[in-house]
């Protein structure tokens, strides 16, 4: 590969980051993983030839196709890489990139590297005086006090990224969905609701497909422990469906298990602990851990199906649900919701 390649794939890169959660994100996605190998030797090119600034932006302007490809390990090592080899001077493309690595080193359960990270780009966006970017580390922040259970850091950065994402609907939708774990966390599951709400309707006037199924799964959840298992089945159906279409890899796993819950709490534990399976292959798979809370309830109905099935029984069933490819795990799902 020669640098005008390169150049040229940094070009579609960063043009392609906005459309990653916009209307038309399943066809620019399409066009990233075609080039996925390119772009890995362009990121390569660039670090060889000492083009640091090159590097930071093109690792930074893929956060989301690593996260939601399941590209995350590699993710983490190239901004890592291009992060290290950069002369550590605050611009753009180095707060962007610490927002990037912060962020992935949060979807893997790494709090010391994610808290490092997005503390640096929170620092460095404010004296960049860059909003949006300002934003995106608030929100950083707020999941990381979300892994710690601190519901008063979570309510403290979501606001701080709500003031500062201005009229950008990416930015507010983010922080608002924090906001909403923020009220989550604290018990006020009525409130949690009405933002994920708000969330939604935000992602809906974004065009945001993935950003949409994410509260629907996430007011699916609340349905269900609500006790509402129809609504619960239609909502997380809703989520699955568009998390299929777009062949998500971030948001599958953690609806496979949503889904086992509700197979479980409806009786068909053999299901359950099928998806349970399933779900835990596809996070090792991404190179993700489930985010927080997503855990808690599989952890409980995995017990149950424990117990009740007996070890045998049980060993043989989590072991057909991790070798099911992802397409049957989703049909398995969906024959829980529908």
């Known amino acids: 590969m020669d640098e005008d390649r390169a150049l040229e794939l940094l070009q579609l890169a960063e043009r392609a980051e906005p459309h990653l959660y916009g209307p038309d994100q399943r066809a620019w996605r399409a066009r990233l993983n075609e080039a996925a190998d390119e772009l890995s030797r362009a990121l390569g090119l660039f670090l060889d030839h000492g083009n640091g600034d090159a590097a930071l932006r093109l690792a930074g302007a893929l956060r989301l196709f690593w996260m939601d490809t399941g590209r995350v390990d590699q993710g983490r090592g190239w901004l890592g890489a291009a992060l290290a080899a950069h002369d550590g001077s605050?611009?753009?493309?180095?707060?962007?990139?610490?927002?990037?690595?912060?962020?992935?080193?949060?979807?893997?359960?790494?709090q010391a590297a994610a808290r490092s990270w997005t503390t640096q780009s929170l620092e460095q966006?404010?004296?960049?005086?860059?909003?949006?970017?300002?934003?995106?580390?608030?929100?950083?922040?707020?999941?990381i006090a979300l892994r710690d259970g601190d519901a008063g850091a979570i309510q403290r950065h979501a606001q701080a990224g709500i003031e500062a994402s201005g009229e950008d609907l990416y930015a507010r939708?983010?922080?608002?969905?924090?906001l909403a774990w923020a009220a989550h966390t604290?018990?006020?599951?009525?409130?949690?609701?009405?933002?994920?709400?708000d969330s939604l309707e935000l992602r809906r006037r974004l065009g945001?497909?993935?950003?949409?199924?994410?509260?629907?799964?996430?007011?699916?959840?609340?349905?269900?422990?609500?006790?509402e298992a129809g609504a619960a089945g239609e909502l997380l159906l809703g989520a699955l469906e568009i998390a299929a279409e777009l062949d998500s890899r971030y948001l599958l796993p953690g609806l496979l298990a949503s889904l086992a819950v509700l197979a479980g709490e409806r009786g068909d534990l053999e299901r359950a602990v099928r998806l349970?399976?399933?779900?835990?292959?596809?996070?090792?798979?991404?190179?993700?851990?489930?985010?927080?809370?997503?855990a808690d309830d599989p952890d409980r109905m995995r017990a149950v199906a424990l117990d009740r099935l007996g070890a045998d029984r049980f060993a043989r069933l989590?072991?057909?649900?991790?070798?099911?490819?992802?397409?049957?795990?989703?049909?398995q799902a969906r024959g829980v919701a529908g």
């Open 276 to 294: 349970l399976g399933a779900s835990q292959a596809s996070y090792e798979a991404a190179g993700l851990v489930p985010d927080p809370v997503d």
């Open 173 to 178: 939708s983010r922080a608002v969905h924090m």
């Open 186 to 197: 604290a018990g006020d599951l009525a409130r949690a609701r009405a933002l994920f709400v």
């Open 90 to 110: 605050s611009s753009l493309a180095r707060v962007r990139a610490l927002v990037a690595a912060g962020e992935l080193a949060f979807r893997q359960g790494d």
């Open 208 to 227: 945001d497909r993935l950003g949409q199924a994410v509260e629907l799964s996430n007011l699916g959840d609340l349905a269900r422990g609500a006790g």
């Open 318 to 331: 989590w072991e057909e649900g991790r070798h099911l490819s992802l397409d049957r795990a989703v049909a």
């Open 125 to 143: 966006a404010q004296l960049l005086g860059h909003p949006w970017t300002v934003a995106l580390a608030h929100t950083n922040l707020a999941r």
